[in-house]
Nanobody, 120 residues
Framework: QVQLVESGGGLVQPGGSLRLSCAASGFIFSSYAMSWYRQAPGKERELVAG????????KYADSMKGRFTISRDNAKNTVYLQMNGLKPEDTAVYYC?????????????WGQGTQVTVSS
């Protein structure tokens, strides 16, 4: 059974930090690129950051560059999102995504999400 379980969300003041974790099971974690997405109320889900299977390549949405860091530990089947300098506009549900594309075969898994609220 495939599972992606996010944790680490919560309420934080502006300028604060949080570290999200996503623990994966039920599939070969090291074969999947991992990403974090977020969805704020009334808005579409958007990409936050992504990381390659080995962790050697990362990408970020422009508004997160310099503040957020994605990393992974393939030995622990876990991907992380370190978020610093949080702003109220970062308030959203954050989702973990696993993606594997081989030729025309695309397999994607999603976690259930973790709420991040940035407020004073």
């Amino acid at each position: 059974q495939v599972q992606l379980v996010e944790s680490g969300g919560g309420l934080v003041q502006p300028g604060g930090s949080l570290r999200l974790s996503c623990a994966a099971s039920g599939f070969i974690f090291s074969s999947y690129a991992m990403s974090w997405y977020r969805q704020a109320p009334g808005k579409e889900r958007e990409l936050v950051a992504g990381i390659s299977t080995t962790g050697g390549s990362t990408k970020y949405a422009d508004s997160m560059k310099g503040r957020f860091t994605i990393s992974r530990d393939n030995a622990k089947n876990t991907v992380y999102l370190q978020m610093n300098g949080l702003k109220p506009e970062d308030t959203a549900v954050y989702y973990c995504n696993a993606l594997r594309v081989v030729d025309t075969n695309r397999v994607a898994y999603w976690g259930q999400g973790t709420q991040v609220t940035v407020s004073s």
